[in-house]
T-cell receptor, first 113, second 114 residues
Framework: AQSVTQLGSHVSVSEGALVLLRCNYS??????LFWYVQYPNQGLQLLLK??????LVKGINGFEAEFKKSETSFHLTKPSAHMSDAAEYFC???????????FGSGTRLQVQP | DAGVTQSPTHLIKTRGQHVTLRCSPI?????VSWYQQVLGQGPQFIFQ???????GRGNFPDRFSARQFPNYSSELNVNALLLGDSALYLC?????????????FGQGTRLTVV
């Protein structure tokens, strides 16, 4: 079975600071990996995805993530945080057996002025 | 273009009752999935349907069922509601079954069981 672990349920950064949200995955087969963002009382919006092409993936709103097979990681970064980045972020892996997404428990990002 | 639409947006039910949640996928999308998101947790997979057939099921009791209609819209049914069924229920659609394609999510139905 595939799984993801998100380290840190809450992350707080200052506006303009680097954002780093951590995600480690477990998979017996090459995974497809995703980062989603959820704003309060909203559904999920895709930020970026890794599907075995380039290991450095660029997404929307200035976010990017690097797939590191040796570390089984897919951490999300953004060079400079903006107040509008405050939200819940979820890492997910495709579950080939059930054809579903398996989500991590999420990281709530706070951006301080 | 309309995204994934879910109805109703909010719902309050009593323990033991039955509930039906509805989802309309993006036009042209044939795959619909359902997820349950309990407060403070990540979404958990319930079902996936493609071309009106069930293609995947998560670890949920038989009280949960779903179906997909010829126009690709879908219903999620939950019988004998428990307090623990209180959650945000999310519907997602994809053009096809391919796992490397983006799943587009609706805004969800917030179900409260009292």
């Amino acid at each position: 079975a595939q799984s993801v672990t998100q380290l840190g349920s809450h992350v707080s950064v200052s506006e303009g600071a680097l954002v780093l949200l951590r995600c480690n995955y477990s998979s017996s087969v090459p995974p497809y990996l995703f980062w989603y963002v959820q704003y309060p009382n909203q559904g999920l919006q895709l930020l970026l995805k890794y599907t075995s092409a380039a290991t450095l993936v660029k997404g929307i709103n200035g976010f990017e993530a690097e797939f590191k097979k040796s570390e089984t990681s897919f951490h999300l970064t953004k060079p400079s945080a903006h107040m509008s980045d405050a939200a819940e972020y979820f890492c997910a892996v495709s579950d080939t057996g059930r054809r579903a997404l398996t989500f991590g428990s999420g990281t709530r990002l706070q951006v301080q002025p | 273009d309309a995204g994934v639409t879910q109805s109703p947006t909010h719902l309050i039910k009593t323990r033991g009752q039955h509930v039906t949640l509805r989802c309309s996928p993006i036009s042209g999308h044939k795959s619909v999935s359902w997820y349950q998101q309990v407060l403070g947790q990540g979404p958990q997979f319930i079902f996936q349907y493609y071309e009106k057939e069930e293609r995947g099921r998560g670890n949920f009791p038989d009280r949960f069922s779903a179906r997909q209609f010829p126009n690709y819209s879908s219903e999620l049914n939950v019988n004998a509601l428990l307090l623990g069924d209180s959650a945000l229920y999310l519907c997602a659609s994809r053009p096809e079954l391919a796992l490397n394609t983006e799943a587009f999510f609706g805004q969800g139905t917030r179900l409260t069981v009292v």
